[in-house]
């Protein structure tokens, strides 16, 4: 037996989720319950991977099981990129092996294109724009990542278009920036609204139990979820709960679970959209990993993230939403001086599952156990693909994508605690600090 030590527990000013059209919640699971799958975890991850179970599986129930209520996790508060091109920031153009990235390429594409189409199908309301990015610099070095980027960009063969200070409020309102490269193929949502709807578009031999965090796993020839109302007993089971597959027993000390902070403001009046100019939606990463993004809305709001911390039981605290909104403020004063009173209505933490390698972890755990983890900040697009291929992957199928995420080495192992704590929080706190105006 398996005693799951810490379970899903988001704080509760998501701005996408409040913002988002209002669903009815499905049942907490209650009594015993048989199946032939089971799938933990209703992000996007879990979403794919249940729903691509369904299709290759017609007459095979398969259960879904969210410890939350759907659209409130780590899926629905990220920022809304998905983003096509291959970033390896430990590589010095940041595309490192060419084939490797090509791969890459292909695996967000290919999950771009799966969202895409489930939108189009289901009339899915998640604003989601075809809208590229911008990835702006300020310092010296950002301005170095930029030219770098570049030419991992030209070794690749994709475009981009660089934009100088003087035309990039034209763009995007402010001319706090020195330089912006502009690359055409990323994808904007509303994550929390796009999960939403995933979940309820799903077929209709998928069973969704939210609100169900399971706290023992019992292993053998089935595999036994128990949780407080009841229990699940399956003869296949599907983790796509990211570190929380840590807590499940499995790739244990590999995962490293990183809070970042996004705040929304309220809704700007014509005035002020009209002061700030620029095109009406947009969104931008910074050229320093520490530094902050940014988003104009559908709606004509000003998204702002920034700010880390290392949470090792994956379980939000107040005290970083507090500490944090303060840099905010002093983030969006400097890009936009000329909004002094536009006011956050929303802030709120969400966790990536990082590994310090960059790998995620697909295939099997143990026997009749699989898992597809740790999307390292890309849980839009590689999330959506690699649930979507390790059910295919389930049913037999094999393809070149398949047979790449099956090679990968998975997440490395991190040293011991305390040595694991200080160790991450210095890096924060340093890359933070190093980030200077980017930030």
């Given amino acids: 037996m398996t005693r799951v030590t810490s379970t899903p527990a988001d704080d509760l000013s998501c701005g996408w989720f409040h913002l988002s059209k209002q669903r009815k919640t499905r049942p907490s699971h209650k009594g015993q319950t048989n199946a032939r799958w089971v799938v933990v975890g209703a992000g996007f991850t879990g979403l794919a991977a249940a729903r691509q179970l369904a299709l290759n599986f017609p007459n095979e129930e398969i259960v879904l099981v969210e410890a939350q209520e759907v659209g409130f996790g780590p899926s629905g508060r990220n920022a809304g990129f998905a983003i096509d091109l291959p970033h390896d920031i430990g590589a010095e153009d940041y595309i490192g092996d060419l084939e490797t990235a090509q791969i890459s390429f292909k695996l967000n594409l290919q999950g771009q294109q799966i969202l895409r189409s489930l939108v ?28 770098a980027y570049c030419r991992g960009l030209d070794k690749l063969g994709q475009p981009y278009e660089f934009i100088d200070a003087q035309d990039l409020p034209a763009h995007i309102g402010t001319s706090f920036y020195r330089k912006a490269l502009f690359t055409p193929g990323t994808v904007l949502v509303q994550p929390s609204a796009l999960v939403k709807g995933l979940a309820d578009t799903l077929p209709s031999n998928v069973t969704l139990y939210e609100n169900t965090p399971i706290t023992e796993v019992e292993y053998g020839a089935q595999t036994i979820l128990s949780h407080a109302g009841g ?18 027993g499995f790739l244990q000390g590999t995962m490293l679970p990183i809070f970042t902070y996004g705040s929304l403001t309220r809704v700007l009046t014509e005035a002020e959209q009209a002061t700030l100019g620029g095109k009406e939606f947009w969104g931008l990463i910074p050229a320093d990993p520490f530094g902050t993004t940014l988003r104009r809305t559908h709606d004509n709001r000003l998204f702002v993230r920034n ?43 969400g966790s990536l599952a990082m590994s310090r390698n960059h790998m995620g972890f697909f295939g099997e755990l143990a026997p009749n156990v699989y898992g597809a983890l740790c999307c390292n900040g890309l849980g839009v697009t590689r999330g959506t693909v690699t649930g979507s291929l390790l059910a295919d992957w389930l049913a037999g199928k094999r393809n070149e994508l398949i047979d790449f995420l099956l090679s990968s080495p998975g ?17 924060l706190r340093w890359g933070q600090f190093c980030a200077g105006r980017e930030a």
Avoid at 129 to 142: F, L, M, N, T, V
């Fill in 411 to 427: 997440p490395n192992r991190n040293p011991p605690q305390p040595f694991l704590s200080a160790g991450v929080n210095l890096n």
């Fill in 231 to 248: 229990r699940i007993t399956t003869d296949k089971l599907v983790l796509a709960n990211n570190a929380f597959g840590m807590r499940f």
């Fill in 120 to 147: 189009e199908q289901f009339g899915i309301e998640c604003h989601m724009r075809p809208s590229g990015k911008y990835q702006a610099a300020i310092e010296d070095r950002g301005i170095a990542v930029l030219d």
């Fill in 307 to 349: 700010s880390f911390s290392f949470i090792p039981d994956g379980r939000s605290r107040k005290k970083y939403l507090d500490r944090f909104v303060q840099r905010h403020r002093t983030s969006f004063e400097r890009r936009f001086p000329m909004l002094p009173g536009v006011e956050f209505e929303y802030t709120w933490g």
